[in-house]
């Protein structure tokens, strides 16, 4: 059995772009929203302790990070708390970017409005699919793009699907060539987690008895309200319970010190270098073979790491893994030649 392929360096560098879940809070309560967001959540950021978050952002290794993803839950939801947040980290030299449902499209004239108030979001990504459509429809999107255009911000639309080969889906992505182009059109594949996994079944994804070979692209932890740094914003956001790709809580520590730890990860580095399959590997040649899947989603790396970093025995086998100095070496040099990132080499001195 071949190895799998090393990843290419990353589009966007290493913790370059950090994201922000502004808030829980959004007008729909769709069956694939990994979050759980909904009209009647509470929880979302605090403006002066998200301005100390992103003070220290800015400020770690003297601006390393340069984009910061506005994200929810609906982040516009409360529209004078996303300017507020965005007018902040731009004025700290950051790029901001926002995702939305433009629930609040429901007009050109309207949509040009609201993204006249917001000058300091400099790109638009627009969230459509089945289940936005039950309370939002595609004509808000429309206005959206329209007003962006309108406004100079560049967009894209992401559209979340079980399958592509879905006729659902197939008809959304043909409405929305209709006002646009395959360049600006993205797609998701939503996953049977969180509130997923009881809204969404598993009859519409082909499985396979082994997980993707592919490895994850991901650079971007992401901050919740309440302090928490996770690695990336697939489905372990939903994840309560410790797992190596937990970064790190800034209610207790800095975020240097948390994005100086994410640098030397072993775990997170080893799927970013060759994905979770290699994970997967290690743990059978454990013998802990008992404790994973029997099927894996087969155009889902998401689903093989959700399934790792939730199940307690491998957990602590990975937690384990992360100490070894052996994976530790291989995974910093893995990390130098594949990505071409030497920070964890510089700091395991080899």
Known sequence: MTEAMPAEADAVPFLSNI????????QVTCPHCIV??????????????????IKQLRAYRDGWVRIIALTGGEPFFDLGLLRAVAEYAQGCGLTVTAVTNAFWASSVEKAVRVLSELTAISNIAFSTDVYHQVAIPLENIRNGVMAATLCRRPYVISVCTATKRDEAYLAIVRQLREFTDDDHIQTAIALPMG???????????????EPPRSACTSSSPIIFPDGRVVACIGPLIELTTPHPLLLGDLRRESMGEILERAQANTILHMIR?????????????????????????????????YHLLSTPPLVSFLTELAQDPTWQRTTAYGRAYYLEEPEMMEQLGV
């Open 19 to 26: 994201g922000l879940l502004m808030t829980y809070k959004c």
């Open 36 to 53: 759980q967001a909904n009209p009647h959540r509470k929880e979302q950021v605090h403006p002066d302790e998200v301005f100390g978050w």
């Open 195 to 209: 509130r997923a996994a009881q809204e969404l079944g598993w009859k519409a994804y082909e499985t396979a008895a």
């Open 273 to 305: 270098v060759w994905g979770p399959h290699k994970l997967v590997t290690l743990i059978r040649d454990a013998g802990l073979g008992g404790y994973l899947p029997e099927q894996y989603i087969a155009s889902s790396i998401c689903q093989t790491c």
